[in-house]
Every structure is written in C-alpha cells, then in structure tokens.
C-alpha cells in the first residue's frame, strides 16, 4: 500500500469521539482570536513490518475469545481469532474436540488450506505455512504488499512506519492559539490533526499430521479465500487476486482485478466463481484459471449476501445490518443451470441471516440470534414448510456440513451437532467462548 499522509479509514467503528468548542474575540479592525478545543481522540500505534514478517508462530493453546472465519482439513478444524492468529483443533472424535496448537499469525482473517500448505493474511501480505508437522509449523512463503484493502478493519499501512496495529485513547487535549487560521483543518465535515481523523459522536471497538496427498480443505459460506485445483482465489476490498499454487511453498501472483466495491464472499463450484456482494451475486468463468472471467449477475436488494451452489442451485441470504445498510433479511434460491443468466426460483423471509450450508438435500442455515436452522429443500418451492430442526438458544454465524457432522460457530463459540440421520439430529460438542480470558 502506498503511503499517504492522511487517510480516513471507513471501518465497523469511527476513530474518535470529540466534542469541539469554540471562543472567538475580535478586537478593533482586526480579527483575533483564540479556540479551544476539547476532544478525545485514538492515535495510531504502528508496528514495524520487520517485526510483523518475523511474528509468525506455533504455541500452546489459547482460550477461545473469538472466533472469525472456520476451516476443516482431514479431522482437523482451523479457526481463526480475528486479528490475532488461527486455533487448530483435533475434530477426530467431533464430539470431544480438543485444542492442540495457537498459530500466532498478526493481523490474520482468511484462510485456505491446500495439501499441506496453509495460506492466510497477515495485514498486507499473504503467508504460506507448512503444516504437514502440526508440532513444528513453519513459514516456507510469502507474497509481500499484496493486499491493499486491508478488510476495512481500521488499520493501515505505512512504508515507513509500519502497520497500525493499536489505537491508544488519549484525552482532554487542550489547543489554544491566537489566530483565525485553523491548526485543525476539515474535509467532509471530519476533523483530522497529525493523521488523526475526528468525527462528532463517534467510538472506536479494536474488537497432529495433515494429509500430503492432493486435497483441498473445506471453508464457510463466510471466507473470503478460496482454493481451486491450484489456483487461490482472495478478495480484497473491491478486488479479486489470483495466485497460483501450482508449487505450494513458492505461491505466485498472476493477477490482480478490481471488480466491485462491496464483493464480500466467494464460492467455488466445478469450474465457477460465486462472489457474494452487497448488490448482487456475481458469477466468473475459471476457464483461464490465472484471469477469472466475469460471467453474469444476479441483483438484489443492497444486503449482506453469502452464497453456496449444489447441484445447479445457488443459495443466496441477505441480511439487513449496519455494515450492510441494507432492510431485508431473507433466503433467495436460485437457478444457476445456466450460469449466464441465474434464476430466482423463490425467496423465503428469515429472521437475521448469515452464512449457510448445504449437503445434499439438507441445508443449514445461521439466522444469527435466531439460532441455527435445518431445512430439507428437496422441494425448491416449499422449504418453509420442511423445517427439520431449529436451534434457537445458539447464536450462529456460519457452518461447514460435512460427513453427517455440523461444525458451527458464533457468538457462543464452536458447537457441533451429528446429522447423520436427519430425523434424529442432535448436539454433540460445544467448545465455549472464554471471555475475558
């Protein structure tokens, strides 16, 4: 990322909540004046990229204080706590999952494992691990500067001073000066000073082997990196990035398009790309797999938008929300037969929407504090009325179904549930947040 003197960063939370007072004297034919400003103000701690690039670690355990994104690869799960690195959990016996190792990764978010190579963010470059040997996980990889964006997480990046990674509060500073020139200056009604953007009413929330052979792990509806045959897929902001993985340690940049704004999640499905943005679901053609084609878009509603495809149909949840600054919260099935011209099939009210997931004719939907949610959709136009089961003490954020086993996460951490008779489906394991851990 380019280094800037001043950039206003748009994420969950504003940077500072300041409250500005003036006092103005004039005198004779000449204006004078002295302003005072009260405010409370968060500045920018920053880290040095040297220290970041060389911060990637194995340890011990560490409580479950967050969870973020969620990957399973041969009995293993792998979740990440956002910001701070990946969890890696032994799933053999899924209803006795245990903690093994804390991988340390600084600014980590996205995950994809292929083989045995793991590839996550870290900040602005993208990081190849080699995890063939849980016990002794190591850094073989590295795509520097690739990632622009940053997740809109409220940090960036600084050629020379490195990553903010902390904001700090300070308060109560006092500016006194004799002059009408402004020592704050304004844009867009935010008040900034040395970097530090201001804006009215605002506040800051900083919230074992692996299989060798060719595989691939299995992701949620919610990740926004996905692998296909030896391509890695990643969005970024508005853009798409496609590295090949062709040699696993030595991962390669091939290309890098901006596409939209508010793309947000990404499906792969044969030879598809099903990208899930605020306004649409957006369709690209991997047949030249080191430049994804746009195909076709399906719009909708401006709404949070995850997306998983089975068998020609594509599952779509909107979701209204801040982020999303969208109203309609509802499940949108669709018809994708040809991919050049999706369908709506029908669209289902729901009650806050997340990530979902389908296998065979089992869908499991996260309807946030609504809880968790299992249809049979073997009718596409009757799949309210098939409601298997509804959980609604759990609050759920995304799932990956796989081998008659759920694997869910949310607020109240990793909970688990055996559908291997769908008549008979029941919870199984629940690894809970520890908060203030």
């Known amino acids: 990322m380019r280094a800037t003197p001043f950039r206003i960063t748009f994420s969950a939370a504003l940077l500072v909540a300041a409250v500005i007072s003036f006092q103005l004297m004039l005198s004779g034919c000449t204006d004078q004046c002295t302003e005072t400003y009260s405010f409370t103000y968060y500045e920018p701690v920053f880290t040095p990229l040297s220290e970041i690039r060389n911060s990637v670690s194995v340890g011990i355990p560490q409580p479950l204080e967050e969870v973020g994104k969620i990957y399973f690869k041969d009995g293993y799960l792998f979740v990440n706590d956002p910001g701070k690195g990946i969890h890696v959990i032994d799933n053999q016996d899924p209803s006795n999952p245990v903690k093994k190792y804390f991988i340390n990764i600084p600014g980590n978010y996205d995950l994809s494992i292929r083989n045995t190579i793991l590839y996550a963010d870290s900040y602005i470059d993208l990081v190849a691990l080699d995890i063939s040997d849980l016990n002794q996980v190591k ?36 500016v006194d000066r004799s002059s009408c020139e402004g020592i704050m200056e304004t844009w867009g009604g935010i008040y900034y000073r040395g970097g530090i953007a201001l804006m009215d009413g605002a506040a800051f929330s900083s919230k074992a082997a692996i299989s060798p052979g060719n595989t691939t792990g299995v992701g949620g509806s919610m990740a926004r990196f996905t692998i296909n045959n030896d391509h890695l897929y990643m969005l970024d902001a508005g853009s798409i990035h496609t590295v090949d993985i062709g040699i696993p340690a030595s991962p390669e940049k091939k290309s890098s398009q901006y596409f939209r704004w508010d793309i947000e999640t990404i499906f792969p499905y044969e030879d598809k790309l099903f990208i899930g943005a605020q306004s649409g679901m957006h369709i690209f053609d991997l047949s030249d797999p080191d430049n994804p084609t746009f195909a076709s878009t399906y719009e909708h509603i401006n709404s949070c938008d995850p997306v998983v495809v089975d068998n020609d149909i594509a599952y779509v949840t909107l979701r209204s929300g801040n982020e999303c600054n969208g109203f309609t919260n509802q499940l949108e099935v669709l018809d994708v037969e040809d991919w050049t011209a999706p369908e709506l099939i029908k669209i289902y009210p729901m009650h806050n929407p997340h990530g979902l997931g389908i296998d065979n004719e089992l869908l499991f939907l996260c309807d946030g504090d609504d809880g968790l949610k299992i249809y049979n959709v073997a009718d596409k136009q009757s799949i309210d009325q098939h409601l298997i089961k509804h959980y609604h003490t759990i609050h759920a954020y995304d799932v990956i179904p796989i081998n008659g086993v759920l694997m869910l996460i949310g607020e109240d951490g990793i909970v688990q549930y055996d559908y291997s008779d769908p008549e008979n489906i029941t919870k199984i394991s629940h690894l809970k947040i520890q908060s203030g851990s």
Request: hydrophobic content about 35%; overall charge negative.
């Open 139 to 174: 850094e073989v990889g590295r795509l520097e500067n690739i990632f622009s964006g940053y997740n809109s997480m409220g940090f960036y990046a600084d050629s020379e001073r490195g990553i903010v990674t902390e904001w700090v509060e300070r308060k109560d500073v006092q």
